[in-house]
């Protein structure tokens, strides 16, 4: 079993920065895929980033490429996403997943076994 908590987000203006963290229970952590979605109001939730345990693989969708970054520290049970550049329409509710089997298509919410409650990011214009 893997529990996880977000924290980092906040309102920030156009053009700023945040970095989310996703703290993560549990001892095989390190042997689990990792990803970010987020879900703005009204909207299904959108995959957003991902990373493999191995640190050699990462994923983005195009919205963002260029602008976040996903990390993880496998000794600290911890995934970070950094955002730059922050648009309006980045704003949402952004969640962090685990998945065990780390077998791909991690651009699926169906993938994850493990979510976050989440941490909301309010970006204005």
């Known amino acids: 079993q893997v529990q996880l908590v977000e924290s980092g987000g906040g309102l920030v203006q156009a053009g700023g920065s945040l970095r989310l963290s996703c703290a993560a229970s549990?001892?095989?952590?390190?042997?689990?895929?990792m990803g970010w979605f987020r879900q703005a109001p009204g909207k299904g939730r959108e995959f957003v980033a991902a990373?493999?345990?191995?640190?050699?693989?990462?994923y983005y969708v195009a919205s963002v490429k260029g602008r976040f970054t996903i990390s993880r520290d496998n000794t600290k049970n911890t995934v970070y996403l950094q955002m730059n550049s922050l648009k309006p329409e980045d704003t949402a509710v952004y969640h962090c997943?685990?998945?065990?089997?780390?077998?791909?298509?991690?651009?699926?919410?169906?993938?994850?076994?493990?979510w976050g409650q989440g941490t909301q990011v309010t970006v204005s214009s």
């Open positions: 997943a685990a998945d065990k089997d780390s077998r791909g298509n991690y651009n699926s919410l169906y993938t994850y076994e493990y």
């Open positions: 549990g001892r095989t952590f390190s042997s689990y895929a």
């Open positions: 990373i493999t345990w191995t640190n050699a693989n990462t």
